[in-house]
Every structure is written in C-alpha cells, then in structure tokens.
C-alpha cells in the first residue's frame, strides 16, 4: 500500500504530539518506544522510521512544547504589561495545576530536560532565554524576568505537589500576588 507524500510527516506529527502529552502526564521515562507507537496505532518499529532514538524523540518533544509554551507566555509576539499579568494569572491557575498535558512543559519535564544530554538542555536554553527576553523587555529588567519566570515554574511544582484544592489555590495566590507586587515595584517597559 502506498502512502501520501504528507503520510510520514502527519505521522511523526502525531506521535510527537501523542509522546508529549504522554510525557507531560506521566514523564518521559516511563513510557517505552512500544507504548509510544501503540498510542497512536503502530508497531514500535515503525519508530525508528522517524527517530533514531528515544533520546532523538525528547528532544524533538522538548523543542516543540517550549515553542508552544513560548507562544502561549509572550502573548503571541505582542505583548504589554496587560497580557502578561493575563498570561500570569492564567499560568498560576487551578487548571494548569489540573491538567499538566494541555501546559507548560517546564514543571513537569524540568527534571528530565535537566539530566538530560547537552543538546536537549541547550534547545531548552534557547526557548527559556527567548521567553526571558520578551519579558525582560516588558519589565525592564533582566533580574526579574529571571526571578519571575523561576517563581511561576515553581509556584506550579509546588502546587501539583499538594493534594488539597485549598492548599494549591493558596500556593498559587500567595505567589501571583508576590509578583503583582514586585512588578508594581519596577517601572515597566
């Protein structure tokens, strides 16, 4: 049987998107080629017909999610002090907290992007320092940037943590109004 011309590049799409929700969910590690494949209705050597290895596959998965984390947190390449505290508010949220898939890949492959090889950890360098610039141009300053991005990532970790609705909430309240209040401090840009 013969496939489309598109046939592989739909399929590699289809178990990048399938491998990251499953790698958000539950992490990386614990799912095998097989399970990954299966996901989306193929025999586990048909994998190697679009990555060379697991290892390939992660990276792919850690440049696409942080692209798209990069889209959803720069307000889509216009962005002002307005859509950031929306971008916040959304990011702190109950439902991130409830649904790790349809998020930020940072709080729950962080661990894996960091013992990671070198090249995952520089394509995940590269999407964090873009999310950085477009904030620090918005704060006007480096340092906060930095301090902010950090504290939502681990605002969120913190949170998913917790068992208790009430405890997640006030995790991410008491942390989004520490940073509405560091930048009422700082002038923005």
Same mark, same amino acid.
């Given at each position: 049987?013969?496939?489309?011309?598109?046939?592989?590049?739909?399929?590699?799409?289809?178990?990048?998107?399938?491998?990251?929700?499953?790698?958000?969910?539950?992490?990386?590690?614990?799912?095998?080629?097989?399970?990954?494949m299966?996901?989306?209705?193929?025999?586990?050597?048909?994998?190697?017909?679009?990555f060379?290895?697991?290892?390939?596959?992660?990276?792919?998965?850690?440049?696409?999610?942080?692209?798209?984390?990069?889209?959803?947190?720069s307000?889509?390449?216009?962005?002002?002090?307005?859509?950031l505290?929306?971008?916040?508010?959304?990011?702190?949220?109950?439902?991130?907290?409830?649904?790790?898939?349809?998020? =930020?890949? @940072?709080?729950?492959?962080? &661990?894996? %992007?960091?013992? /990671? +090889?070198?090249?995952?950890?520089?394509?995940?360098?590269?999407?964090? =320092?873009? @999310?950085?610039?477009?904030? &620090?141009? %918005?704060?006007? /300053? +480096?340092?906060?940037?930095?301090?902010?991005?950090?504290q939502?990532v681990?605002? @969120?970790?913190?949170?998913?943590?917790?068992?208790?609705?009430?405890?997640?909430?006030?995790?991410?309240?008491?942390?989004?109004?520490?940073?509405?209040?560091r930048?009422?401090?700082?002038?923005?840009?």
């Amino acid at each position: 049987m013969r496939y489309s011309a598109n046939h592989k590049m739909e399929t590699r799409e289809k178990l990048l998107a399938s491998s990251a929700v499953s790698a958000k969910k539950s992490g990386f590690s614990t799912v095998g080629v097989d399970g990954l494949m299966k996901a989306i209705g193929l025999s586990g050597g048909a994998f190697y017909s679009h990555f060379s290895s697991k290892d390939e596959l992660f990276k792919a998965i850690v440049e696409r999610e942080l692209a798209h984390s990069l889209d959803r947190l720069s307000g889509e390449g216009v962005m002002d002090s307005a859509k950031l505290e929306r971008c916040l508010r959304q990011y702190l949220s109950m439902s991130h907290v409830e649904q790790p898939e349809a998020g =930020c890949a @940072l709080p729950v492959l962080g &661990a894996e %992007i960091a013992r /990671s +090889d070198q090249q995952v950890r520089e394509v995940a360098q590269t999407w964090i =320092c873009r @999310l950085h610039e477009g904030w &620090a141009q %918005i704060l006007g /300053s +480096d340092s906060l940037a930095w301090t902010i991005l950090s504290q939502c990532v681990g605002a @969120l970790v913190v949170a998913r943590m917790l068992v208790t609705p009430e405890i997640q909430r006030d995790v991410l309240k008491s942390n989004h109004d520490e940073i509405r209040r560091r930048m009422a401090e700082q002038p923005l840009g």
